[in-house]
Structure formats: C-alpha cells, structure tokens
C-alpha cells in the first residue's frame, strides 16, 4: 500500500459515483462498482481552529474505494481510495487519492 496525497480530476455518473479519474497524465476507468464510507479528517492538521457549529464536513470525509486500470486496458486492475470533500468558501468539490493499493 502506498499512501499519497495527491489532487485528481474525476468524473462522476449521475449517482455521483466516480467512473474515471485522471492521475498523473493517465487516465483511468473505474471497472466495478465503488464502495463508499465517511472517516474522520484530521481537522487539527488542516486548521487551527474550528469554529462552532461549523458542519459535520469539518469533522468527516467521504472515502471512495475502486478497482480501476489505466486507460481501456482492463487486463491489469488496481485498487485506489480517494477522498471526496467540498471547499467551505466557494462549493468546488475536491478529490485527492489518498491510497494506491499495488
């Protein structure tokens, strides 16, 4: 397993499932069904201070984990988390791969 923390672009069906994404000039399609779960942030790290009653996106973040191969070679499958979150200021939504796991 390698843990990394990198931005990648990812593409979305109408569930808001992620069916491809782009990592390090490759992209990659997702080849089965991904699995979700919420986990705790290390809020402590990110900030200095939260505010209260700021909401649970302080607290959680939701994890995605998919088996997908690069490009349409479906021959060779690798399994890869990545963590969803939106940005408190402006809504944009961020994807970081947080795990590849060889």
């Known amino acids: 397993m390698q843990r990394l923390d990198e931005n990648v672009l990812v593409s979305t069906n109408q569930s808001g499932e992620p069916v491809r994404f782009l990592w390090r000039d490759s992209n990659y399609k997702v080849r089965a069904r991904p699995i979700r779960w919420f986990a705790r942030r290390d809020w402590w790290l990110e900030a200095s201070r939260v505010q209260?009653?700021?909401?649970?996106?302080?607290?959680?973040?939701?994890?995605?984990?998919?088996?997908?191969?690069?490009?349409?070679?479906?021959?060779?499958?690798?399994?890869?988390?990545i963590a969803h979150s939106q940005d408190a200021k402006n809504g944009k939504n961020i994807w970081r791969l947080v795990r590849v796991y060889d």
Not at 57 to 81: C, H
């Open 52 to 81: 209260r009653g700021v909401g649970p996106g302080v607290l959680e973040v939701e994890i995605w984990r998919m088996l997908a191969s690069e490009g349409d070679n479906s021959a060779k499958k690798t399994q890869f988390e």
